[in-house]
């Protein structure tokens, strides 16, 4: 069973544009929720974590997102993308039942047009 | 060190050859996790280590896959008899808890390209 979904493999967002990006999880008791960035030929890095404190959450380069039980979601959006925004983010779980292992999503690779 | 170090960081190897893939996690981290990341995916999970056990190998594609971390630190992965559908981004990554219990950070290095010819 898929327990983090992301929707949409692509976005294309205009430079200044809001951009979001869609994640849901599939689990029974709210799980950690985080997302990573991946620039291009490197590794992950992660941008925002929900450890079941504060469900708005505020990461590194102007990235938020917020928790939503009853939607079993944890979108990603920034106000106003730069070009430097252009990567491939991940959504991931770890489900607190399940161990210690995160969980990815497919992936969402955004590309900021000028 | 500062981070996840892995290495080598990109390999080509040619099918039926094994290969053994380096991770230096950051000092003091108990966690140590092995991903496979396939070209335009997800990373999807190999393996977890607790210090020097492997506590979880379900990840683990075939019994041609082997990882160890004997002292507690440095880990190998080590794919022997190289396939094609063997070719990846290994990711390795630590934490420094014991556990996922507290939503501790997992920290990834910039992983080794394995390509099999």
């Known amino acids: 069973a898929q327990s983090v979904t992301q929707l949409g493999s692509h976005v294309s967002v205009s430079e200044g544009a809001l951009v979001l990006l869609r994640c849901n999880y599939s689990?029974?008791?709210?799980?950690?929720l985080f997302w990573y960035v991946q620039y291009p030929n490197q590794g992950l890095q992660l941008l925002l974590k929900?450890?079941?404190?504060?469900?708005l959450v505020k990461g590194i380069n102007g990235f938020e997102a917020e928790f939503k039980k009853s939607e079993t979601s944890f979108h990603l959006t920034k106000p106003s993308a730069h070009m430097s925004d252009a990567a491939e983010y991940f959504c991931?779980?770890?489900?607190?039942?399940?161990?210690?292992?995160?969980?990815f999503g497919g992936g969402t690779r955004v590309l900021v047009k000028p | 060190g500062a981070g996840v170090s892995q290495s080598p960081r990109y390999k080509v190897a040619k099918r039926g050859q094994d290969v053994a893939l380096r991770c230096d996690p950051i000092?003091?981290?108990?966690?140590l996790f092995w991903y496979q990341q396939a070209l335009g995916q997800g990373p999807e999970f190999l393996t977890y280590?607790?210090?020097?056990?492997?506590?979880?190998k379900s990840g683990l594609p075939s019994d041609r896959f082997f990882a160890e971390r004997p002292e507690g630190s440095v880990s190998t992965l080590k794919i022997q008899r190289t396939q094609q559908e063997d070719s990846a981004v290994y990711l390795c990554?630590?934490?420094?808890?014991?556990?996922?219990?507290?939503?501790?950070?997992?920290?990834f290095g910039e992983g080794s390209w394995l390509t099999v010819v």
């Open positions: 990554a630590s934490s420094l808890a014991a556990t996922g219990s507290s939503g501790n950070t997992i920290y």
């Open positions: 689990s029974s008791v709210p799980p950690y």
């Open positions: 929900y450890t079941s404190a504060a469900t």
């Open positions: 991931a779980v770890i489900i607190k039942a399940a161990g210690n292992k995160l969980t």
């Open positions: 000092s003091g981290h108990v966690s």
């Open positions: 280590f607790q210090n020097e056990a492997q506590l979880d």
